[in-house]
Nanobody, 113 residues
Framework: VQLVESGGDLVQPGGSLRLSCVVS????????MSWHRQAPGKEREMVAT????????YYPDSVKGRFTISRDNAKNTVYLQMNNLKPEDTAVYYC???????WGQGTQVTVSS
């Protein structure tokens, strides 16, 4: 199983980014997916989940209304659209398959002026 994230970048406060995670080695459409982040000196935290059956989503209050998770089963890809970014969103963002406890390598997002 391989998860490859991309899309991280340096962006100004108020800006937007879209992260992508391409998944291989498993039947992607059958698995729920999530995005997590870890800032320096802090614990890793979940920022978005999407399930495999109904595509229902969940977000913590810290990102609700600003982040949107989506998936394209034809492309084996899960996305994280991040809008109105804040300096506190600065972190390494990871793609994760909860059912098999498998992580991607992460992509750096830095929000700074």
């Amino acid at each position: 199983v391989q998860l490859v994230e991309s899309g991280g970048d340096l962006v100004q406060p108020g800006g937007s980014l879209r992260l992508s995670c391409v998944v291989s080695g498993l039947p992607f459409s059958k698995y729920g997916m999530s995005w997590h982040r870890q800032a320096p000196g802090k614990e890793r935290e979940m920022v978005a989940t999407i399930n495999s059956v109904t595509n229902s989503t969940y977000y913590p209050d810290s990102v609700k209304g600003r982040f949107t998770i989506s998936r394209d089963n034809a492309k084996n890809t899960v996305y994280l659209q991040m809008n109105n970014l804040k300096p506190e969103d600065t972190a390494v963002y990871y793609c994760y398959v909860p059912y098999i406890n498998h992580w991607g390598q992460g992509t750096q997002v830095t929000v700074s002026s």
